[in-house]
């Protein structure tokens, strides 16, 4: 009988535990943004600022570095919404349709998100409003993607509604008439006893944005008096070309469009007739002019 002696074998276990892979998960914060745009109720400043933030959050355990970009919703958004400036972190911003921006670097910021931070992108809208805009309310929608630094697998998108609303504003101008502590002021001079005696040339300016109503009144029914006595003498005015009605107080014109930059300019003529039995002496009548936007 034989006998074997075996070697001995010796097996070795060894185990692997592996490491949970690091990853940057980003998100928009809130869901959605709507900014108020409200224009100076004079217009006469014409510059519009607006500040809004993103906000972004990182739910991951690595920093995430990706890009914002930004377009338009072109289906969404109002053709008629005044052209506006959009700025950025790094300044200027090109606004093209929504499509475009995941593609274009004019469009985008490089931002990072903090490990299970947040962040906020401040973004300004500047706009140019002043006279010329019609009253109204007006849409713009945005829209905001969250994209890698290379590439364009959208990993959020969030949409910003702008909203502005113009108001339905007014405002007059006199042009070639003087002024006196604040009031505009027409010299007829020294009136002729045979021929018809014309104001020199003078107009109204009206800037409004929307259609607009203006009403002349005047204080002594169509007739200048006489400063220290009761004579009074009659005048026929007219403003662009149209004969008002004052003797019974006043008269209205009515605009059914807004005014361009420049305003609607009215000119106004007053005339004096003849008549040799004029009583001499100072006289004057006063036309309130108001304008009321519809």
């Known amino acids: 009988m034989r006998a074997y002696m075996g070697t001995p074998v010796a097996l070795a276990l060894a185990s692997f535990a592996t490491a949970a892979h690091a990853e940057c998960v980003p998100s928009f914060v809130a869901g959605g943004n709507s900014v108020a745009l409200t224009p100076a109720g004079s217009f006469e400043d014409g510059q519009l600022n607006e500040r809004f933030l993103v906000r972004l959050r990182n739910d991951g355990d690595t920093i995430c570095e990706l890009r914002l970009a930004v377009g338009r919703d072109i289906a969404a958004s109002d053709p008629n919404f005044p052209k506006f400036e959009l700025f950025g972190p790094n300044g200027a911003v090109a606004i093209g349709d929504a499509d475009g921006a995941r593609s274009s670097a004019r469009s985008a910021v490089d931002i990072v998100i903090p490990t299970g931070g947040e962040t906020s992108i401040p973004y300004d809208v500047r706009m140019k409003l ?17 994209l890698p630094r290379s590439g364009q697998a959208e990993l959020g998108v969030q ?24 009031s ?93 039995t004029f009583h001499a002496g100072n006289y004057r009548d006063r036309i309130t002019v108001t304008v009321t936007p519809m």
Not at 130 to 146: R, V
Not at 161 to 182: K, Y
Not at 216 to 224: K, P
Not at 229 to 234: A, C, F, H, L, R
């Open 159 to 182: 949409r910003t509604q702008l909203s502005l609303n113009i108001p339905a504003v007014a405002r007059i101008r006199f042009a070639g008439a003087g002024n006196a502590r604040g």
């Open 130 to 146: 002043g006279w010329g805009f019609e009253s109204g309310s007006y849409g713009q929608a945005l829209e905001f993607f969250l």
């Open 184 to 276: 505009a002021s027409v010299e007829m001079g020294t009136l002729s006893p045979n021929a018809p005696s014309t104001s020199p040339p003078f107009a109204i300016r009206v800037l409004s944005t929307a259609g607009y109503q203006m009403d002349l009144q005047s204080e002594n029914l169509g007739a200048l008096r006489r400063i220290d006595g009761p004579e009074v003498i009659p005048y026929r005015m007219t403003v662009s070309g149209r004969a008002m009605n004052l003797r019974s107080g006043g008269d209205r014109i009515q605009v059914a469009r807004h005014t361009g930059s420049t305003g609607n300019v009215h000119p106004v003529s007053v005339v004096v007739d003849p008549d040799p």
